[in-house]
């Protein structure tokens, strides 16, 4: 008799509890509503990526926050833009995948706003100024350029662009 208020609810009479005559046997599991798991690449932004980094320094493990480090090794769909100052304009493997279209890559870029994506197996692509989205594993791999600070902090091993 303890538990009928509680299970009444906010100004509930129990008096108008309806009556239940289903009898639940220890032989049968009490069904449970089929949970969705979302499957494939999680989405994540640029703003999860921000780190406190200034332009030309040199990373330092102590600046990957716990949003970052939760990604590691994670299924991943990011937009951005293809850095133009590639050498070749079609059969790319390899490239930086930038936050803003104008974001600076190099001296004076922020090493967080740069991803360089390595695509896996036969997938190439050809330079594009329109945005473009990636998917694949995300890991944190800083790049040091050829002045000594960091041009990047994250790679990704892209399986799918669009």
């Given at each position: 008799?303890?538990?009928?208020?509680?299970?009444?609810?906010?100004?509930?009479?129990?008096?108008?509890?309806?009556?239940?005559?289903?009898?639940?046997?220890?032989?049968?599991?009490?069904?449970?509503?089929?949970?969705?798991?979302?499957?494939?690449?999680l989405a994540i932004t640029w703003e999860q990526l921000d780190l406190p980094i200034?332009?030309?320094?040199?990373?330092?493990?102590?600046?990957?926050?716990?949003?970052?480090?939760?990604?590691?090794?994670?299924?991943?769909?990011?937009?951005?833009?293809?850095?133009g100052g590639l050498f070749q304009t079609s059969g790319i493997r390899e490239f930086p995948l930038l936050r803003e279209k104008d974001c600076p890559f190099g001296q004076g870029g922020q090493?967080?706003?740069a991803i360089n994506v390595e695509?896996?197996?036969?997938?190439?692509?050809?330079?594009?100024?329109?945005?473009?989205?990636?998917?694949?594993?995300?890991?944190?791999?800083p790049w040091t350029g050829p002045n000594g600070k960091t041009w990047s902090v994250y790679h990704m091993e892209v399986t799918k662009m669009e």
């Amino acid at each position: 008799m303890g538990l009928l208020p509680i299970i009444a609810g906010c100004d509930r009479n129990v008096a108008e509890l309806p009556a239940t005559t289903a009898v639940v046997s220890a032989a049968q599991p009490l069904e449970r509503p089929a949970v969705k798991v979302e499957e494939g690449p999680l989405a994540i932004t640029w703003e999860q990526l921000d780190l406190p980094i200034p332009p030309d320094s040199v990373f330092e493990p102590w600046m990957i926050t716990t949003r970052v480090q939760a990604l590691e090794g994670k299924q991943v769909r990011i937009k951005g833009y293809m850095f133009g100052g590639l050498f070749q304009t079609s059969g790319i493997r390899e490239f930086p995948l930038l936050r803003e279209k104008d974001c600076p890559f190099g001296q004076g870029g922020q090493p967080h706003h740069a991803i360089n994506v390595e695509l896996a197996g036969s997938l190439r692509t050809s330079l594009t100024t329109e945005p473009v989205t990636v998917e694949g594993k995300f890991s944190v791999q800083p790049w040091t350029g050829p002045n000594g600070k960091t041009w990047s902090v994250y790679h990704m091993e892209v399986t799918k662009m669009e």
